[in-house]
């Protein structure tokens, strides 16, 4: 490094030879000065390890860890396809014994009747219809065998110069009044109600005291007094 090539000399010409001198060659630099060279990083090559050759055998499967936090609920599929029918299924136990499950009476009346000094009890003397019996013709009462919710309504025809006043009783407690004030005619005068009923239930209508002259009028050709009562649910 940093030799100048000088070429100063003559190669000698063969022997015998008649040649002319050649010129001095000039002395030339071919190399730049040390000072002034780029200096190169060596590079060193880093060694690899062929890992397949290391690798040993597969362990024993290791212990189950413990269960990570649930994430956030997805969104609900489709519905799926309808699967097939299913076997018939095997017959239950029996049920309780049938019980009666209607009621329904419709009575008249074709007498008139007039205030006492005690209550009355409307006695009917006309079935339309009585179901199973349920309502009592001697005693003039409905008797409850199917609890439950029941509408009655009671239609009665007044009496001219006299008040109509009466009630519809549930097991002696007055629920509603049917009334007409005195008039010079008479009118067909209506209530009705609905209760609910427990079983050995009574239900009757009943004519005021005679306070006052009280009545309700009706003849032996036409029936103008209905009591009427069903079973709703």
């Known amino acids: ?38 200096s190169y990083p ?25 269960q990570g936090k649930f994430g956030k609920t997805g969104v609900a599929g489709s519905r799926g396809h309808a699967g097939p029918k299913g076997q018939k299924g095997s017959v239950g136990a029996p049920g309780e014994r049938c019980k009666s499950h209607y009621a329904a009476f419709s009575v008249g009346r074709k007498k008139p009747l007039h205030s006492n000094d005690y209550y009355q009890t409307l006695i009917f003397d006309t079935e339309f219809v009585n179901l199973y019996d349920h309502f009592n013709m001697f005693t003039g009462k409905f008797y409850c065998y199917v609890p439950g919710i029941y509408y009655f309504s ?14 519809v009783m549930h097991n002696g407690a007055e629920v509603v009044i049917l ?11 209506s209530q009705s109600v609905m209760l609910e009923l427990r ?35």
């Not at 022997?15 to 001198?21: E, F, H, M, N």
């Not at 025809?157 to 008040?163: I, V």
């Not at 009334?179 to 067909?188: F, K, L």
């Open 154 to 167: 009671l239609n009665v025809h007044t009496w001219n110069q006299k008040e109509t006043y009466l009630h």
């Open 1 to 38: 490094l940093g030799v100048l090539l000088l070429s100063c000399l003559l190669l000698p010409s063969p022997a015998g030879s008649q040649t002319r001198p050649r010129p001095r060659p000039r002395c030339v630099r071919c190399c730049e000065p040390p000072d002034q060279r780029f």
């Open 42 to 66: 060596q590079y060193q090559p880093l060694p690899q390890i062929n890992m397949t050759i290391l690798k040993g055998e597969k362990g024993d499967r290791g212990e189950r860890g413990m």
């Open 199 to 233: 079983e050995q239930d009574e239900v009757w209508v009943r004519l005021y005291k005679g306070e006052r002259e009280n009545a309700v009028f009706s003849d032996e050709y036409d029936t103008y007094i209905t009591f009427s009562g069903h079973l709703i649910k």
């Open 179 to 189: 009334y007409a004030q005195v008039s010079d005619r008479s009118i067909m005068q």
